[in-house]
């Protein structure tokens, strides 16, 4: 029986594996996806992250694959404003979980694929937990970082509380624009309230693209297409002979503010987006998913280690559930700042970052 079951590869289970393993604690990693992805998603370190990473040996690596921006914003067409950001480091989501990957397979660890929960039992010795497949794995604790839509915390019965804001939502993709500069962060913003963002991916040709969607005419949103993409480019961005091409994750994200009401049920534990979502403004989900890894590392490995005053179990969420509390309401603050900043030309999205 492996002593803790960690459900989710994403970075808070990988931070969370390599963080047990260096403590001799032995874990298996599942996840329901058939193998690695290359989405950016999550793509900046901020010093507390950075600190885990730190922490766990790795800052070289990140910092070898990672960079610094500079966030440049344009009006109405206009070129209008660049901040250099400090101590916050992009890089894409997946080149954060592969170096966490390498180093988990470095300590003796893998993730296995093709394995999503479905069922979870509980006894005063172990848990169980239950794969679509059939199968089923035993293990002392188990912790459910599987994201946003948990399927662990549902299990659990864990009510996750807050609102869903139907009306704030935004297309992502990843895309290639081989004739844009790649020194900054591009973020068009236009007086109609229109807004694309183009992020670099470092060591790719990719950018991020983060936009505002098209209204349909009843004024619901259309789906992202990569011919949206680029007419939301030419309207907003207004950079002739630029062309977007070789879309992948074509996605619509609506802004979600809520938190888990316990990240904990007997020995089953609920850390990052599985336990608290929330507005990207900040650039803090990934960031504090991080931090519940390391918080929720410490506490197993001490007691699971034996160590000598090992704080109770219930540290964790002690510890962890006001921090999800406040970085909701941060986030909330900061999302308000940006969206007042981007609406006049000399403020931007950096007013959330600062
Ligand atoms: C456009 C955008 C920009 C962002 N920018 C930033 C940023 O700059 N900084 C930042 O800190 N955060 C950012 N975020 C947020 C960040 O992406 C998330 O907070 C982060 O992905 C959460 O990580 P996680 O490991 O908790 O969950 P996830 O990354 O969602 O990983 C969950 C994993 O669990 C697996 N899984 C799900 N269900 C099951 C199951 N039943 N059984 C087995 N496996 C399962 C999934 O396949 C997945 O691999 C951004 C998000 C978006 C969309």
């Known amino acids: 029986m492996g002593d803790v079951l960690i459900v989710g590869s ?20 599942v996840d329901r996806r058939a193998g690695p992805h290359r989405e950016s998603r999550g793509k900046s370190l901020n010093r507390d992250g950075m600190g885990a990473m730190a922490e766990l040996g790795l800052s070289e690596r990140i910092s070898g694959v990672g960079r610094e921006l500079v966030l440049r914003k344009y009006f109405d067409g ?26 988990l397979a470095s300590l003796g660890g ?31 604790y188990l912790a459910g970082c599987d ?26 993709g990843d895309v290639r624009a081989p004739d844009l500069s790649r020194d900054v962060w591009h973020q068009w ?4 309230g229109g807004a694309v963002m183009l992020c670099p991916i470092p060591g790719t040709p990719v950018f991020q693209l983060q936009a505002s969607p098209e209204q349909q005419a009843d004024g619901t949103p259309l789906p992202p297409s990569p011919e949206g993409f680029q007419r939301l480019f030419d309207r907003h961005a207004r950079m002739a002979g630029i062309r977007l091409t070789g879309a992948t994750w074509l996605s619509a994200w609506r802004v979600n503010v809520r938190m888990a009401a316990r990240m904990r ?24 998913g991080i931090q519940d890894a390391m918080a929720l590392g410490r506490v197993l490995g001490a007691a699971l280690g034996g160590e000598a005053g090992a704080r109770p179990l219930d540290a964790y969420e002690a510890e962890r559930l006001p921090e999800a509390a406040r970085v909701l309401a941060d986030t909330s603050a900061r999302h308000r700042r940006v969206v007042a900043a981007v ?7 950096e007013v959330g970052l600062l």
């Open 343 to 349: 609406r006049e030309p000399g403020r931007g999205t």
């Open 265 to 288: 049920e007997g020995r089953a534990f609920l850390a990052g987006d599985a336990a608290h979502v929330h507005s990207v403004a900040g650039g803090l989900g990934m960031n504090t």
């Open 78 to 103: 206009a070129h209008v404003n660049d901040t250099r950001l400090k101590d916050v480091l992009f890089l894409g989501q997946w080149q954060i979980e592969e170096v966490l990957r390498e180093h």
């Open 110 to 140: 893998r993730v296995e694929y093709d394995a999503r929960v479905t069922g979870i039992d509980q006894d005063p010795e172990g848990v169980t937990a239950h794969l679509a497949d059939g199968r089923s794995i035993r293990a002392g």
């Open 10 to 29: 994403g970075p808070t289970g990988l931070t969370l594996a390599c963080d047990l393993a260096r403590r001799g604690v032995p874990v298996r990693v």
């Open 147 to 172: 994201g946003g839509r948990s399927a662990v915390r549902g299990l659990l019965g864990i009510p996750f509380e807050g609102t869903t804001k139907e009306a704030e939502t935004m297309v992502l």
């Open 189 to 192: 913003f236009t007086s109609d």
